[in-house]
């Protein structure tokens, strides 16, 4: 049975009935912050992101420096394709390669691939993620969300926590730890701004931060800083354009 915070925040941002009927969501993302630099990564500037919401499966142009490759998750596994759908790398199993060895300096396209999706598909899909039965959500307090996620579903970490406006039931921050990162790397996703595009109000600028070991987030360094450009919420098959 869904929360009394669960329903708010669900109604708020489109209702029961519009997240059911959706099968996916197209946005246009730039982000930046030092979990990229530390990683020797590219910086996403106007990336076009594609993903089923009923499932883990995302979509992201591009994924790295080559503006024609793709990165896709698509469960637990990850893949590279070009312009023309060809896969031209692809890793089984993609989180059992982190946290050692070369992934403490460096990503190459495949690790962004598994987390960036990862990350986006769990981000965006969060109203569809508090009606999951696969979810263990516990109301810890009104306003205060804890999600026990399963193995089967790519995320941070097994337990985070969602905290909402009372009043407004929006999303106000979400601290996780990011375990393909690292261990250590206990973080407070907040909300910085929400936008509306065609009636659906999303999160349109988020800022990462280490958190303290109470929840709250520090002011910096800023690991992520995300701005979504776009946001649509679709009934039909996702296009090929890219």
């Not at 981000?123 to 109301?139: G, Q, R, V």
């Not at 659906?200 to 931060?209: D, G, H, Q, Y």
């Amino acid at each position: 049975m869904l929360s009394i915070t669960a329903k708010n925040t669900i109604e708020v941002y489109g209702g029961e009935k519009l997240w059911q009927n959706s099968k996916y969501i197209e946005a246009e993302v730039s982000v930046k912050g030092l979990a990229f630099t530390l990683k020797r990564r590219p910086f996403f500037k106007h990336a076009k992101i594609q993903m089923e919401i009923g499932r883990p499966f995302s979509r992201i142009t591009p994924i790295g420096k080559d503006k024609t490759i793709s990165g896709i998750l698509e469960g637990n596994d990850v893949r590279l394709e070009d312009v023309n759908r060809t896969i031209i790398a692809e890793r089984k199993n993609a989180r059992e390669f982190f946290s050692f060895g070369r992934r403490l300096f460096y990503w190459d396209d495949l690790d962004m691939a598994y987390f960036a999706n990862y990350a986006f598909w769990n981000y965006f899909t969060l109203p569809s993620l508090l009606m999951n039965n696969e979810i263990d959500w516990k109301e810890k307090t009104e306003g205060l969300l804890e999600a026990t996620f399963p193995k089967s579903m790519p995320t941070h970490n097994k337990i985070q926590e969602f905290h909402f406006d009372k009043r407004t039931g929006l999303l106000i921050q979400h601290n996780y730890t990011a375990e393909v990162m690292s261990k250590l790397a206990k973080a407070a996703n907040v909300m910085v701004e929400h936008s509306e595009q065609d009636g659906i109000l999303f999160p349109s600028s988020r800022r990462v931060t280490p958190r303290t070991k109470k929840g709250k987030p520090l002011n910096k360094p800023v690991l992520i800083d995300i701005q979504v450009h776009n946001f649509k919420l679709l009934k039909d098959e996702i296009s090929k354009a890219r």
